[in-house]
């Protein structure tokens, strides 16, 4: 059962989701397009609160696109934007919040960025292009490797914001705040 | 009355509070104290948010312990930062929150929620987002979605200091018209010359209790 | 908090959101199910119909259509280039998409989000059996609503801090503070809520926090 601190955990990382596409792109320097933060919180909604709430915190995101508040990046929201060529990477953030979670509750449930790492890439990066490309490839009517290849372009920046997102659930970490199953 | 009886209180193994016993009687009570001193920890004990590390709180004989929500519903408490008090995107559904928690009939919710937006001149806000208020209108928000409930003690926790001098006035006129028994933990010396007892707290301990006449006095000559 | 929601006198704006979601969810199981072209007519049809009837300006209703559109007719043109051959059939495929995906932004330009968010509410308790709480998903969506723009100015300040120390490199070390002040938030939230009566153990039960 979920606790009051539960809700209010979830709420405030599915806000921290919605503020993150409020916000102007983060540039990385060198990439040529300035990537949205929003992934990094899916990642961190994982690290720091567990699949279980980091879940339902990507979910209650999910579900407010859904409704027609505009938070995605740009502005966009709605079911046409779930619905067409890109929904599949948004409608599969519950599922990678969750699958980041459950990876951080087995294998880094301390401060080392390394692992924290590890569990970013595969719960926020592969979960997230295992749902994303298929549904790119069925709607724009691409074969799934060449939807899979055109994907690859973002591999860089993904990567670099499951580094951020490492670092910073480290930090979180080490200054003892909210250890993972508290 | 609330009783307090022997408390002590650790957060894991420091305690902040050391073998406190106090009657709480007086209709205005304020708790001085530095920065670190306990004070919002024994606010919290009051209310039955926090349960001692041993001893008891008692309101009107209410065991905290026992009776949590019993005592929740005879305590308000209003907390220092108005923005994480409110907890529904407009002011109208925020002031109702407490009273649908309590499971009051849908006629009675309307009621006060229409006899508070309009007590604390609120009316004309209803239906706004509460983010776009000012800090002090967020205060008077939280205030009122605490007093709706119409509790018998409200505890307040820093209620102005995070609000300029014009609202900080407002909040401070509200609270002196309040009906209820108010005890206020608070830097603002000002607000407690006519109380009717000042506590003040250091390192978790009473070390001056009295008529804020007296207790005020030795408080500041303690900081200086 | 305002929401994609365009507001206009019609037929289509008074429809429950529940008859709307669930009729476009009729029509896209419709279409996928229908042979090729058949499929994109039927949609584009109603998609046309239902844009006149809920008497929204072309305008908008387009400029939310363009990113999709673009990036579909982008990937559509360097399929037709690239494989030569079979490019009708990407086409039809294609364009049943753009039709559906046309109709899924009418509903969402003709619904208000808090009846949305009703909807859904509703729909969770449907849920109940499987363990879900349609008291706490109500509670912890009006709480996303409420907290969205504090944490949009909290994320503000933190990009704004990395602008005047005039370093873009160690954006982690700014997340840190931005975490543990939702943290912090988080603590003095769940004494709030507290505080006013909330109660998990009772939520959910009859005549609770559910509006
Ligand atoms: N939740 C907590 N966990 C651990 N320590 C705490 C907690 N809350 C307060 N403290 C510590 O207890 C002491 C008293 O805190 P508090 O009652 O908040 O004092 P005051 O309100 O007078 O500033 C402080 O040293 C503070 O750091
Ligand atoms: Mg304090």
């Not at chain 1, 027609?68 to 060529?85: D, E, F, H, N």
């Not at chain 2, 009273?99 to 009051?104: S, T």
């Not at chain 3, 490199?169 to 769940?190: C, E, G, H, S, Y």
Request: net charge positive.
């Amino acid at each position: 059962m979920l606790s009051t601190r539960d809700l209010v955990l979830c709420a405030l990382f599915a806000a921290l989701l919605g503020g993150l596409g409020m916000a102007p792109p983060i540039p990385l320097g060198f990439l040529p397009v300035p990537v949205t933060a929003q992934t990094l919180g899916v990642m961190l909604a994982g690290t720091i609160l567990g699949a279980k709430r980091g879940g339902i915190a990507a979910l209650l995101f999910v579900m407010l696109v859904a409704a027609g508040l505009p938070l995605l990046a740009g502005g966009r929201g709605g079911i046409g934007v779930l619905m067409g060529p890109t929904g599949g990477f948004v409608l599969s953030w519950p599922v990678a919040a969750f699958v980041t979670g459950w990876l951080a509750e087995r294998f880094a449930t301390n401060a080392n960025p390394i692992r924290l790492f590890a569990v970013s890439v595969v719960g926020g990066i592969l979960v997230v292009y295992a749902g994303g490309i298929p549904w790119l490839s069925l709607v724009a009517g691409l074969p799934i490797e060449k939807a899979l290849f055109g994907s690859l372009a973002f591999v860089p920046g993904d990567l670099i914001k499951a580094g951020v997102a490492a670092v910073a659930a480290s930090g979180v970490r080490r200054a003892g705040i909210l250890p993972i199953h508290a | 009355m609330i009783e307090l009886r022997s408390i002590t209180h650790a957060y894991g193994e420091r305690p902040v509070l050391h073998d406190l016993s106090l009657r709480l009687t007086e209709r205005r009570i304020a708790i001085l104290g530095g920065n670190g001193s306990g004070k919002s920890t024994l606010a919290r004990l009051l209310n039955g948010l926090i349960l001692p590390t041993a001893g008891t709180v008692a309101v009107d004989g209410l065991d905290t312990r026992s009776d949590g929500r019993a005592v929740r519903q005879r305590v308000g408490f209003v907390f220092q930062n108005p923005d994480t008090q409110i907890v529904y995107p407009t002011v109208e559904e925020d002031l109702a929150f407490g009273l649908k928690a309590r499971k009051l009939p849908k006629d009675e919710i309307a009621r006060r929620v229409a006899g508070a937006l309009e007590r604390y001149g609120l009316d004309r806000y209803r239906h706004q987002p509460a983010h776009q208020m000012s800090g002090g209108e967020k205060q008077l928000l939280a205030i009122a979605g605490v007093l709706v409930l119409e509790p018998a003690y409200v505890i307040f926790d820093e209620p102005t200091t995070l609000l300029d001098l014009r609202n900080r006035r407002k909040v401070i006129e509200l609270l002196r018209g309040l009906p209820q028994t108010v005890i206020v933990v608070t830097h603002d010396l000002d607000m407690v010359r006519d109380f009717d007892r000042a506590l003040v707290l250091e390192d978790g301990r009473v070390v001056a209790d009295g008529p804020p006449a007296e207790t005020v006095p030795a408080y500041i000559e303690r900081l200086g | 908090m305002l929401g994609l929601y365009l507001h206009r006198e019609s037929p289509v704006h008074r429809l429950p959101a529940g008859a709307k979601l669930g009729g476009l969810l009729l029509v896209t199981v419709a279409v996928l199910a229908l042979p090729g072209a058949w499929g994109a007519l039927t949609a584009g049809l109603i998609g046309a119909a239902v844009l006149v009837a809920a008497r929204l300006p072309a305008g908008r209703v387009l400029a939310e259509l363009r990113a999709p559109v673009v990036m579909l007719t982008l990937l559509f043109g360097f399929q037709a280039l690239l494989a030569g051959g079979g490019w009708e059939e990407t086409a039809v495929a294609v364009a049943r998409f753009a039709a559906l995906i046309l109709l899924a932004t009418l509903v969402t330009l003709t619904t208000r989000v808090m009846d949305m968010v009703d909807l859904f509410e509703r729909l969770f308790g449907l849920l109940r059996p499987v363990g879900v709480n349609p008291a706490k998903m109500a509670l912890m969506l009006a709480l996303t609503i409420r907290f969205i723009p504090l944490l949009g100015e909290q994320v503000r300040e933190v990009r704004m801090a990395q602008r005047a120390r005039g370093v873009e490199r160690n954006i982690a070390a700014l997340f840190v503070p931005l975490l543990v002040k939702i943290l912090t938030m988080a603590d003095d939230l769940t004494a709030a809520l507290e505080a006013r009566g909330y109660d998990p153990a009772d939520a959910g039960t009859k005549n609770s926090t559910q509006r």
